[in-house]
């Protein structure tokens, strides 16, 4: 299990990372810090290995360099990218951005939690929704 988690602040991303290891599921979780570098990573990816990495990508709203509204519009305009499927995971819980980022195809909208033991619940959720529930598409580089 590969997730790419797009996150600026390093104790948001901590708690994440720490709860998907506590919970005692392995998975590869590599953070980036910007929508940027990461969007940038992803499209090297392709051109180097011809096939992208992340099995599912987290993604915060509020970043430096380039929003995540602008990144998820990005992927989800990317012919290759756009099959990843994209947890938003934001502060907000405004509802002019939930429903942009589902107009933009996001996957799910999570709003951060204030607690441990809640970032451990999301953690767990997001594991057993997209990696044992759900069928996800193998990636190749044709669209």
Not at 38 to 67: F, Q, R, Y
Not at 108 to 128: G, Q, T, W
Request: hydrophobic share 35%; with cysteine; glycine share 2%.
């Amino acid at each position: 299990m590969n997730i790419l988690h797009v996150e600026d602040n390093r104790a948001d991303s901590d708690l994440l990372k720490e709860a998907f290891d506590c919970i005692g599921i392995e998975a590869t979780v590599e953070v980036t810090h910007d929508a940027k570098s990461a969007l940038s990573g992803l499209e090297k990816n392709l051109e180097t290995h011809g096939a992208s990495n992340p099995d599912i990508i987290v993604l915060d709203l509020n970043l430096p360099k380039m929003d995540g509204r602008e990144m998820l519009k990005r992927l989800k305009d990317h012919p290759q990218l756009r099959r990843i499927p994209v947890v938003i995971l934001s502060t907000s819980n405004l509802e002019q951005d939930i429903s942009y980022c589902y107009d933009n195809h996001c996957n799910s909208y999570i709003v951060k939690p204030i607690r441990f033991d809640e970032y451990k619940r999301v953690a767990k959720n997001i594991l057993e929704y997209w990696f044992s529930t759900v069928a996800l598409p193998t990636f190749s580089t044709h669209n």
